[in-house]
């Protein structure tokens, strides 16, 4: 018998930059309502899926300074201390764990799908998976322009190095939050702490996607900061981590097919960052450094996982992550991208 999807949210955004803090602070003035991805992408599945096959069981709650569209009474709190302190201090596992712990141990063995906006919550879904199932038994595959598995201590090096060198550095030098912040759980790093706990066997870990992977020329720099840096990619492929490109993506199915054929375990987590499409498929994520994959390149990529699903794997669970619901304005089509991947890898429905 088939097993039932469960569909829950939650709208964190934790982001600290100062370009997403002003979007807030404009979007609260504006009185922007609609700001949890959840809503949006269930109101497709909700019209377009046969009810008996899913369940829906809400977003989770969290304050309103903590959303991507905050109270305008709560403006006070937004401002680039008071994210930088809920990074720092690893409050976005304390929420992960949460959902891990109070959600999916009441969702499993049904398929859990969260629809969220911070990443780092994939971290809490697949650590209670994880247990369920077996860390030995669950490949976690994870679609995304950006590698996420990045401790806190090299990424600030690799930025100090940049403001040093590089005179068109997009980094400011007299920043106090780009320098000496402590390793924390974060979007950016919940891979690495998935591998470093073991809550993932390298060789069962597939990024697949990314354009932030350096450059050949790039690991010739001879700096210690970037060579940490650096050495962190090439790190993660020693260990047996499969990470394929976006330039891997596009340049045919051959090796992305070849990677896929590889999961042997008995079950796949499957893990959207939606900046995966960022300036090109869709515009409404909270990351647009990297331009990503059409929406056809998209749809080819999830075929190639429904073939997985289909040869005798199972789906363990689902997320799409990184959402911006303050760009999900106009002809963008971001929630029904979102709501047809959700389509294809829990029903085998064709997107619309």
């Given amino acids: 018998m088939a097993r039932k999807v469960v569909f829950f949210g939650c709208p964190l955004d934790v982001d600290e930059r100062d370009e997403s803090i002003r ?66 201090q690893d409050q976005c596992r304390t929420l992960a764990r949460m959902i891990g712990t109070h959600v999916v141990d009441e969702i499993l063995p049904r398929i859990p799908c969260m629809i969220t906006v911070d990443h780092s919550l994939t971290g809490g879904a697949f650590e209670r998976i994880a247990a369920h199932y077996g860390s030995q038994n669950v490949s976690l595959v994870v679609l995304d322009s950006h590698t996420d598995a990045l401790p806190m201590h090299v990424v600030s090096g690799a930025i100090a190095y940049d403001m040093d060198t590089n005179p068109g550095s997009a980094h400011d030098p007299h920043d106090p939050f780009l320098q000496n912040r402590p390793d924390s759980f974060n979007a950016s790093s919940f891979l690495y702490y998935l591998l470093e706990e073991a809550l993932v066997a390298p060789q069962n870990l597939y990024i697949i996607g990314v354009s932030d992977y350096p450059s050949k020329r790039s690991f010739r720099i001879k700096d210690p900061r970037f060579r940490r840096y650096a050495a962190l990619y090439s790190g993660l492929k020693k260990r047996g981590v499969h990470i394929l490109t976006k330039k ?10 070849a990677v896929l054929d590889r999961i042997r375990t008995s079950h796949v987590y499957v893990s959207v960052d939606m900046d995966i499409g960022a300036g090109n498929a869709l515009e409404g994520v909270r990351f647009s450094n990297w331009k990503g994959i059409n929406e056809k390149q998209l749809y080819a990529l999830t075929g190639y996982l429904k073939e997985i699903l289909k040869g005798g794997v199972r789906l363990a669970g689902m997320d799409l992550a990184e959402f911006n619901p303050r760009r999900t304005v106009g002809p963008d089509r971001t929630y029904r991208i979102g709501a047809n991947l959700i389509r294809r890898l829990c029903f085998d429905l064709e997107e619309v």
Avoid at 25 to 47: C, H, K, S, T, W
Avoid at 248 to 256: F, R
């Fill in 23 to 88: 979007e807030k602070m404009d979007a609260a003035g504006a009185g922007l309502n609609e700001d949890d991805p959840y809503g949006a992408v269930m109101g497709f599945i909700e019209r377009e899926v046969d009810a008996d096959r899913f369940e829906a069981i809400g977003s989770l709650e969290v304050p309103s300074w903590l959303h991507p569209v905050p109270n305008p009474g709560e403006l006070t709190y937004i401002n680039v201390d008071n994210f930088v302190a809920f990074i720092d």
């Fill in 248 to 257: 891997d993506l596009t340049s045919g199915s051959s090796k992305v097919r």
